[in-house]
């Protein structure tokens, strides 16, 4: 039987359409987009996701590449026109495509990702903080433009800057370069009035080869405090209260040598005798920091109490590591340090042993561990772990320096005291020190020290103030009694340790004028253009929601037996300019959705939050992570009409033509008519 049907309709016989329609074009996309997942793959495991989305999967590239994919497969359907039964499965699926492709872009391109940090008692809040760096400019026009600031492995060079284009001034405005991290230093600028006070101050130990220095700003919230672990170290405008005059550095040389700051003692026989009735013989654990040129012992007791051992170190000799005298419970004994490094060794006649940890020639402090400077014993220390069974001395003899804790020297867990230790609120409570300033510039100053009790009086310029923490002394060494806040910006490298964030430099010219700054990551400088100067930041995109949102309360469960955190959950109080308001919970997996209403939650047109992170050092703060996609519901309906248009082509036999039994062919006449006709034998 031979059949005739019309031949294609005219705007099927174009080059464009046929361009579109081509499975040629189908290959190559589908090809491309496969490689750029198999890349976004690899990058996100290589580097971080934030790599794969610039690159990948939120570069316009990839859109525009996912628009023609949807033309092809709508030029492909439309190919088939007129349509048949045998071509429903065929539909059905190219449809599920394009509509899954639609969603995908309207949540991409209108959907909303991204988190806000809130206080517990703080007011609302809607900026969102978006994972994407953008550099904000308060222009001399009073508005506020916005530059996308993702360098990633491209950064820009002084050679090869950024140009972002001119200001509202004409003022040119570009970025020079980039830096992984950046170190904010305080660096207070001098005024001739007003301002606040401003003073400079260097604190070292002999012992341990450090030193430290920091500006101080009088009364101000984030730069009047220095927290150097021992103790806390403050400014403030006025005279110190009247009291004890201050030990200076004559003063501390002549006190008895059982009370200079950082020696430790053991405490009387009869003490301990009292002690071994009621404590009783039990496990000892004790970490002791030994130095040779100096007579003092840090301690550190990591299970049962201390030993109350006493150790000498004699400095090494001829090359050697020098020696250690052990005195233990009535018992003395001497051990090479070379020869007995890193092995256990019993002390006779007690039931101790002594492991000699590390020894160091010219101990120093590099990014907070302890390290040999050279091979030259010009500072030697060792560290060494007592352990056995005993009647442990009481830890406020054994430790006087309230150094609880540890710092590990190979990477991994350990008991050996820690140097530069992290903040100690116990510690800083006894050791503290007021440094005030009065309006005709004199200093005074107000000490609490747990070694040598609490003081107070005059402080001179240059002079060594003995705090008693240690061995650590302070010196004023410059003050300025009016002063402006100011942050110096440098490169730093990024070890990952130090957590720094990053920065860029950028450039400002006008008037042949040019102006280059760097700027932390969080921070804003101020840029003197003319007519007015300008503001620019850095930092995360934001943008404001439609929604505010309080943090009313924010749990913590913990795991039976022990502190570690089980679980946390956020109260939270949404509002809308509207007067529209809700309150509600969330937890790890368990999202609350504002509006609430059954359609917006189908249709995507809500928003979801989330249990983001929390600071386990303040329990009023929460991060919540918020999720808009107004694209879920097409998402969803292509995802079902894909399924169903294989489920059609492959299992029902009625809606696919049968190719495979050849019983049916399709030829075109050759008639170059426009009236030609479509002839099917069959």
């Not at 999967?57 to 039964?85: E, G, M, Q």
Request: net charge neutral.
């Amino acid at each position: 039987m031979v059949t005739i049907s019309p031949a294609r309709p005219s705007w099927q016989r174009g080059p464009v359409f046929k361009f579109f329609a081509s499975l040629k074009l189908a290959v190559v996309l589908l090809a491309v987009l496969i490689v750029a997942a198999i890349a976004g793959t690899i990058w996100e495991s290589s580097f971080d996701a934030k790599v794969a989305r610039a690159y990948v999967y939120r570069a316009p590239w990839f859109n525009l590449w996912l628009v023609l994919l949807a033309a092809n497969l709508t030029v492909s359907a439309l190919s088939r026109w007129p349509w048949r039964k045998h071509h429903v499965a065929f539909l059905v699926t190219h449809l599920g495509i394009i509509t899954l492709l639609a969603g995908s872009l309207i949540g991409r391109i209108f959907g909303i990702e991204g988190t806000i940090t809130l206080f517990k008692g703080a007011p609302l809040s809607n900026r969102l903080l978006i994972d994407e760096h953008q550099l904000r400019v308060h222009d001399s026009d009073g508005v506020l433009k916005g530059y996308r600031a993702e360098f990633l492995h491209r950064p820009p060079t002084p050679q090869h800057p950024r140009d972002l284009g001119r200001l509202a001034s004409g003022a040119r405005l570009s970025v020079i370069d980039y830096a992984e991290a950046i170190d904010a230093k305080l660096n207070p600028r001098p005024l001739d009035s007003g301002g606040m006070p401003a003073l400079h101050f260097t604190i070292k130990t002999a012992m341990m080869g450090q030193q430290l220095e920091s500006w101080l700003l009088a009364d101000n919230a984030q730069n009047g405090n220095f927290a150097m672990g021992l103790a806390n170290i403050e400014l403030k405008r006025g005279k110190a209260p009247t009291g004890d005059g201050h030990p200076d550095q004559s003063e501390a040389k002549s006190r008895d040598p059982e009370e200079v700051p950082f020696k430790v003692t053991q405490r009387d026989p009869s003490v301990r005798a009292g002690l071994a009735g009621s404590l009783g013989m039990t496990d000892l654990e004790e970490s002791i920091f030994v130095f040779a040129k100096m007579p003092d012992q840090i301690s550190h007791v990591a299970k049962g109490g201390a030993t109350g051992a006493k150790i000498s170190f004699s400095p090494p000799q001829a090359g050697d590591k020098g020696q250690l005298t052990i005195s233990l419970a009535g018992k003395t004994q001497t051990l090479d340090v070379a020869q007995n490094l890193k092995k256990d060794v019993a002390i006779a006649g007690t039931s101790f042993t002594v492991r000699i940890e590390n020894y160091w020639a010219d101990l120093r402090i590099q990014d907070g561990k302890p390290a040999s400077l050279s091979d030259s014993p010009n500072n030697p220390a060792v560290v060494i772990t007592i352990r056995g069974r005993g009647v442990p001395i009481a830890a406020a003899a054994a430790n006087a320096h309230g150094n609880e804790q540890a710092v590990s020297t190979n990477g991994g867990p350990s008991t050996i005291p820690n140097i530069a230790p992290a903040m100690d609120e116990a510690n800083a409570a006894e050791n503290h020190l007021t440094l005030f300033v009065a309006e005709d510039g004199a200093i005074s100053c107000e000490l609490d020290s747990r070694k040598i009790g609490h003081s107070s009086g005059p402080l001179e310029l240059n002079k060594p103030l003995v705090t008693g923490w240690a061995d650590w002394q302070l010196v004023v060494d410059r003050i300025l009694p009016h002063a402006e806040q100011w942050m110096d910006f440098t490169p730093a490298k990024n070890d990952g340790a130090n957590q720094l964030p990053d920065g860029v430099r950028v450039r400002v010219e006008q008037n042949g004028e040019s102006f280059e700054q760097w700027i932390s990551a969080g921070w804003q400088v101020t840029v003197p253009t003319l007519p007015n100067p300008i503001g620019i930041s850095y930092g995360w995109r934001s943008t404001p929601l439609p929604i505010a949102l309080e943090l009313l309360d924010f749990e913590v469960t913990r795991n039976e037996g022990n502190d570690a955190p089980a679980g946390f959950k956020s109260t939270l109080r949404v509002s809308t300019a509207e007067g529209d308001s809700a309150t509600g919970q969330c937890w790890m997996n368990h999202p609350f959705s504002f509006p609430g209403s059954w359609w917006r939650t189908w249709s995507g047109l809500t928003f979801k939050m989330s249990q983001a992170s929390w600071n386990p050092e303040n329990l009023g703060q929460s991060t919540i992570q918020i999720l808009r996609d107004p694209g879920w519901l097409l998402k969803w309906i292509g995802s079902l009409l894909v399924v169903t248009g294989v489920f059609l082509l492959f299992y029902v036999k009625k809606f696919r033509r049968q190719y495979a039994t050849a019983k049916t062919k399709r030829i075109v006449a050759p008639s170059p008519a426009p009236e030609a006709r479509e002839v099917v034998v069959s």
